[in-house]
């Protein structure tokens, strides 16, 4: 707890905490430029054992991090951790990979080519969860109509559409909706029918991710859609992986207020699936 409230007070605006109770946080982490080019994301899962008996459990997020670019900084993370097993290890993580930006911003490599598509562009940068999926690019509905039509289940019922109590910050207000699926084709009804909703086709984002469990198969089916919230549909997927839900469909709409919330807006959209789900 120590460790964890000093880290929130020397990073600020950069570190955020993603879900208290599981003990993950992500840290925001740049060259130390005026106008940073080198951003990576650090993202660390706290295991009980920490860090007595066991190292967090982290995974390195940024476009341009791949290769031997990747390689090379979890070594050197590792090789951290072997030196100060039984230590609170994280600040020397940041640092040094810090560190590595700093040389990089100073050596001639060129800047990373990054795509930007939130209305927060000024806040984050890059992909924050490394995952088993294809972000979907195109209409939601469209591409989940493709996957539906490889259901033999044709004459679905419509599931039942639940909706979170709305949570307003900085006048953008964020609300959950949640319907239990057993299909590609449920999913397709149930966007569907939300999308009917004047009010929640007029949203700025729609983020939604869905788990369905394939008995047959005894594996997963999930996608998610970040709807121009770049990494958000990731996030909200790995909320939902974290928590062990399946069958279900969550769908975040967050209307844009006009004002940057930087990192706090992925801990509503958090918060709100998470609300929903214990609902």
Same mark, same amino acid.
């Given at each position: ?40 994301? &650090?993202?660390?899962? &706290?295991?009980?054992? $920490? ?8 995974? &390195?997020?940024? *476009? ?26 994280? $600040? ?29 562009? /000024?806040? /984050?940068?890059?992909? $924050?969860?490394?995952?088993? $999926?294809?972000?979907?690019?195109? /209409? ?18 419509? *599931? ?30 149930? &966007? ?88």
């Amino acid at each position: 707890i120590d460790e964890i409230e000093a880290l929130s007070s020397i990073y600020g605006e950069d570190w955020c905490v993603v879900d208290e109770d599981e003990k993950i946080y992500c840290i925001k982490i740049n060259d130390c430029l005026d106008q940073p080019k080198w951003t990576v994301c &650090l993202q660390v899962i &706290l295991p009980p054992g $920490y860090p007595a008996a066991e190292p967090p459990i982290y995974q &390195l997020n940024a *476009p341009w991090l791949r290769g031997q670019d990747y390689t090379e900084l979890a070594n050197s993370l590792e090789e951290i951790y072997v030196q100060n097993v039984g230590e609170s290890i994280l $600040y020397l993580w940041v640092e040094k990979i810090r560190e590595v930006l700093v040389e990089k911003a100073q050596s001639s490599d060129p800047e990373p080519d990054i795509k930007k598509t939130s209305e927060e562009v /000024d806040e /984050d940068d890059g992909d $924050y969860f490394l995952l088993d $999926y294809q972000p979907i690019q195109e /209409d939601p509905i469209k591409i989940v109509d493709y996957i539906a039509s490889e259901s033999q289940d044709v004459d679905e019922e419509l *599931p039942s559409i639940h909706h979170g109590n709305p949570i307003t910050d900085r006048r953008s207000t964020f609300q959950a909706h949640l319907a239990p699926v057993v299909t590609p084709r449920q999913v397709k009804r149930v &966007l569907e029918k939300l999308y009917e909703n004047k009010k929640i086709a007029s949203a700025t984002h729609n983020i939604y991710a869905y788990r369905i469990y394939c008995e047959d198969k005894q594996t997963f089916l999930q996608d998610c859609e970040d709807d121009g919230e770049t990494a958000a549909g990731g996030r909200l997927l790995h909320l939902m992986q974290i928590l062990n839900v399946h069958n279900v469909l969550v769908v975040v709409s967050r209307w844009y207020g006009g004002i940057l919330l930087g990192p706090d807006r992925f801990k509503h959209i958090n918060n709100c699936a998470r609300n929903i789900l214990v609902e």
